[in-house]
Structures are given as structure tokens and as C-alpha cells.
């Protein structure tokens, strides 16, 4: 055979202290996660929840995103919520999945994490691997940002 065997994921990730409590920033990422997302992430145009909320595991989304004039829609379900620690959010119908995970730094200061991975590139992707990787790195390192200053603009 060739080697072909199935690529590693492309992963992005990012962190940074936001001054905010920690169950102040979960709730914003976590339980308002339908109202909040398009705010950090500008390239979702349109999202809705497919199952009844609250978010939990098992909740299941749709989101279309636009990014350079191109429209994708995926489906996507929570595989992991851990009140105030981690979201995990799985592609359904594109091989992804971002975690957002929390950590307290102090009573009034939380460490926000976020990694997004590609499982798996198409064939003809993978030689774009490195351009891919820096394109998830930068979008992981903005979805920081806007995260940290949506939070911290918010009135404690």
C-alpha cells in the first residue's frame, strides 16, 4: 500500500485568564451557549438547538457558518458538560469537535481554554495540513479573545 492510513487530527488551541468567576463564565459559554456563540464566533450566521434545552449531553445543534463569501451547515451534539468545568461539542456531520474547559485561578480570575480538532482532513486536504493548523491556531486564539472580552465587558 502507499501509507495512506488515516491522518492525525488538526487541532488549534488557545487560553487565557479572564476576570470573571468561573461559574460566571461557564454559565455564559456553557448554559447560554445558543445565545452566546454567534457573539464570540462572528463566522456563525445561523444556529438553532435541534433538542429541548437546557445544554447538556445529548443536546444537538445546527450551525451555519460563512466563512470568505462560502456558507457550511453541520450538525453537532454536546458529548461532555461538566458544571463549571467542560463543554465538548462533536460534529455530527463534519468530523469535528471544540472543547471549551475552565479553571479557577482565584475567587475572581478563571483560566478559559478552548481547542478545536479537525478528526480528520479529505484526501485531497491533507497537503494543506500546515495551512490548516495555522488557520485553527488563529481561530482558536480569537475565540479567546472574544470570549475574555465579551465576559469581562458583562457587569459582575
Request: hydrophobic share 30%.
Given at each position: 500500500?502507499l501509507?495512506?492510513?488515516a491522518?492525525?487530527?488538526?487541532?488549534?488551541?488557545?487560553e487565557?485568564?479572564?476576570?470573571?468567576?468561573?461559574?460566571?463564565?461557564?454559565?455564559?459559554?456553557?448554559?447560554?451557549?445558543?445565545?452566546?456563540?454567534?457573539?464570540?464566533?462572528?463566522?456563525?450566521v445561523?444556529?438553532?438547538?435541534l433538542?429541548?434545552?437546557?445544554?447538556?449531553?445529548?443536546?444537538?445543534?445546527r450551525?451555519?457558518?460563512?466563512?470568505?463569501?462560502?456558507?457550511?451547515?453541520?450538525?453537532?451534539?454536546?458529548?461532555?458538560?461538566?458544571?463549571?468545568?467542560?463543554?465538548?461539542?462533536?460534529?455530527?456531520?463534519?468530523?469535528?469537535?471544540s472543547?471549551?474547559?475552565?479553571?479557577?485561578?482565584?475567587?475572581?480570575?478563571?483560566?478559559?481554554?478552548?481547542?478545536f480538532?479537525l478528526?480528520?482532513?479529505?484526501l485531497?486536504?491533507?497537503?494543506?495540513?500546515?495551512?490548516?493548523?495555522?488557520?485553527?491556531?488563529d481561530?482558536?486564539t480569537?475565540?479567546?479573545e472574544?470570549?475574555?472580552?465579551?465576559l469581562?465587558?458583562?457587569?459582575?
Open positions: 500500500m501509507g495512506l492510513g491522518a492525525k487530527p488538526v487541532t488549534g488551541q488557545a487565557d485568564v479572564v476576570n470573571c468567576q468561573i461559574t460566571k463564565a461557564f454559565e455564559f459559554v456553557a448554559y447560554q451557549f445558543f445565545d452566546n456563540y454567534p457573539r464570540w464566533c462572528p463566522q456563525v445561523d444556529l438553532e438547538p433538542s429541548s434545552l437546557p445544554v447538556g449531553v445529548g443536546c444537538k445543534g450551525q451555519v457558518t460563512r466563512d470568505r463569501g462560502i456558507d457550511s451547515e453541520s450538525t453537532f451534539e454536546v458529548t461532555q458538560f461538566e458544571d463549571p468545568r467542560k463543554l465538548e461539542i462533536k460534529g455530527s456531520t463534519e468530523p469535528f469537535r472543547s471549551y474547559e475552565f479553571h479557577r485561578e482565584s475567587d475572581n480570575s478563571t483560566r478559559v481554554s478552548f481547542t480538532e478528526e480528520e482532513l479529505e485531497v486536504m491533507r497537503p494543506f495540513q500546515k495551512l490548516i493548523r495555522v488557520a485553527l491556531q481561530g482558536a480569537q475565540t479567546i472574544n470570549i475574555k472580552k465579551l469581562e465587558e458583562q457587569p459582575a
